[in-house]
């Protein structure tokens, strides 16, 4: 995932909090006020309290209001130089500051952070309505924006002018002045909803997590994992017990092991009900008000619904295309997934189980037909995936043979937990292209799932080169034992690692257009692609080593891995496309609706798109669905599947042209991974295969055609 915390096109400025109420303090020696003299301004953590964030907050939202009210008030005639370009060197400071937030409020957050983020989300929805609501400063743009033939432009600076106006129409700079205040009262309570829903999951995730007081219970982990068990319930003060921590998917990864169906039961339930338990972290009430508030926002700006105001921008351009790309996967997708539900539940009556399968059941009974069908066992699997191998020997190599990357590892750049780590990226001819930051295992002040994202954005007017991080959720082992994975897990480093490039080649002058600052529904194309090189023989074979003997991975496993790649995708894709309809199904209520109930609301989503499979759940349940109402994935979701159809169509592109090649590498770099958002999506994409994306590739690669 890519994770955005936008308000709009000031893409690392405008970011989930600012600076409120409270105590002033002192600028003194504040690490944001100036930037950071470490190679590549990387922020010095060693330095940052939770004290420093409001102050620099503060400041940085004043300097760049008065920036911002220099370049509205200039008495000179509007040019691109004075208006454009002046607004893209805006925000330095607030950047900075930000950016070290958002980061650590997510990957290592704490009470203070979290109530920062609470009680100041609202005050930075006002800097961005400041900005987007300045009649004064819509005006100059408005003006380049009607004689912007006549500028003798560059292709980059007029996108980039074009997307300052759609982004100041989308923003509300046309409204009346009573309906920007109406606005602005929304967007201030939708950004300390969305805040306060982000902080609440934190808390229902760790509170939700399954403890055991007797090891047979787990029958079925690993030793290892047994062990990690017990170690992460002596680090919550019960010594003696084991606890199974939540990710933040619907299924949890044990529920494949684990053997014992009551355990498993109570798992899922953890899991399914973690924010409904009506207490003070249940997100129902929260989600209710979201949905309604952004519902009267896309009234207020003249839409349907909020999904018709934000798909405008989109690859997809509106929710009409999104719901007949999902309607046409449905079908295939749900046969499919029963026809697995009818095999496993064989497999339970052989067994003489005695009971109708469950979503608890699903994975457990799953895995014991993929060993009968295929001989395959993931035990067997994951001692050739050792954490750092696989980003080293698989991931960098794959980098490496692709865009002739190579990495060096530092242990002079300070991080904020000590198990982290940080890579220089080089160019093939040793030039620098930026740093790397890892942060792969899970903890109890971490949100869920796995994100990318920049602390510093490519800018050649900024003279910045990238500063870029990847965090996942990975089970942290027992001290002395190796970090082993899955290869679901080998699969998100490479797809996360996929964000990282499309960063790492950003080649823009603006920082606006710079990366990742693409459409949802483009963003995840480059990360999805990098996944196919995770399962490409030769890559494969560089890196997946067993620990104990240093061999590597037999072909026969190879052969078995590579048959099963389609096992149970009726049911993965099922769970995927759910969630993908849960998301547009909420955004596209209208402000004259009215939802009391969020599981009713699910329940009928589900029924009426044709998704209500009892067996398989959505990957994502609205109560704990982060993605959409925190993360910028609002009517958004889809992009995943959408983005996976151009990922497996350009993937066959490069089997069509000699595969893991230097060549076709530098051709998805030049074209794709360098353009940034500088370029029609579709124009983009048909330049570099010579087609229109087609679904056969996915439909293929899913096993439904």
Known sequence: MKKSYLCGVFASAFILTSCGGGKQQTLEN???????????????????????????????????????????????????????????????????????????SSANTDPELQKIGEEEASAMAAQSDAIYLNDKLFARIKALYEKRDSLSLDNESLKLLQNYYKDFCMAGANLSSSDKEKLKKINGEIASLGAKFSNSLIAAAKAGALVVEDSSKLDGLSR????????????????????????????????????????????????????????????????????????????????????????????????????????????????????????????????????????????????????????????EIKPYFQLYNVLEKGVFYAANKLYGLTFKQR??????????????????????????????????????????????????????????????????????????????????????????????????????????NVARDFVEFPSQFNEHWASYPQVLKNYAINYKTGKSMPQSLVDKIKKSAEFNQGYFFTEILAASELDMQWHMISASDTVKDVDEFEKEALHKTGLDIPQVPPRYRSSYFLHIWENGYAAGYYAYVWTEMLDDDAFAWFEDHGGLTRANGQRFRDMILSRGNTEDYGEMYRNFTGRDPRIEPLLKARGLK
């Not at 690490?31 to 940085?60: C, H, Q």
């Not at 040019?79 to 400071?93: D, L, P, R």
């Open 30 to 104: 504040n690490p944001f006020m100036t930037e950071s003299k470490l190679p590549y301004g990387v922020p010095d953590f060693t330095k940052i309290k939770d004290s420093d964030f409001r102050p620099a907050m503060e400041a940085g939202r004043k300097q760049q209001i008065g920036e911002i009210s220099e370049i509205a008030n200039n008495s000179e005639a509007p040019t691109f130089e004075n208006t454009i370009v002046a607004m893209e060197k805006t925000g330095q400071t607030l950047n900075r500051v930000m950016s070290v937030f958002n980061l650590l």
């Open 224 to 379: 290892e994992e047994i062990n990690a068990a017990a170690l992460k319930a002596k680090e919550n003060g019960m010594p003696g017990k084991y606890m199974i921590p939540l990710q933040n998917t619907t299924q949890q990864p044990d529920l494949q092991y684990l053997k014992n169906r009551e355990v498993r039961r109570h798992l899922f339930e953890k899991s399914w009900t973690r924010a409904e338990k009506g207490d003070c972290n249940d997100t129902r009430k929260i989600i209710l008000r979201i949905a309604s508030l952004r519902a009267q926002k896309s009234a207020l700006l003249g839409y349907k619904n909020y999904a018709e105001w934000n798909l405008q921008d989109q690859m997809a351009e509106n929710a009409e295309t999104v719901q007949k790309f999902l309607n046409k996967l449905v079908p295939a997708t749900t046969a499919r997934a029963r026809m697995e539900a009818n095999e496993i539940q064989k497999v339970i009556d052989g067994e003489k189980g005695g009971f109708k399968l469950q979503p608890w059941d699903w994975n457990y009974y799953a895995e014991k037909l993929r060993k009968a069908k295929y001989n395959l066992n993931e035990s």
């Open 411 to 516: 242990s002079d750049i300070p991080v904020y937990q000590k198990d982290m780590r940080v890579y220089e990226v080089f160019n093939e001819d040793s030039t620098a292209v930026g740093l790397f930051i890892c942060d792969y295992f899970k903890r109890d002040n971490k949100a869920g799932g796995a994100w990318m994202d920049n602390l510093i954005q490519q800018s050649r007017l900024l003279n910045h080169k990238p500063v870029i991080y990847n965090v996942c959720n990975f089970a942290k082992p027992a001290p002395g034992q190796p970090a082993l994975i899955s290869f679901d897990d080998v699969t998100t480093m490479f797809h996360e690692f996929g964000h990282a490039l499309h960063g790492f080649f950003a080649d823009q002058e603006y920082p606006t257009l710079s990366g990742t």
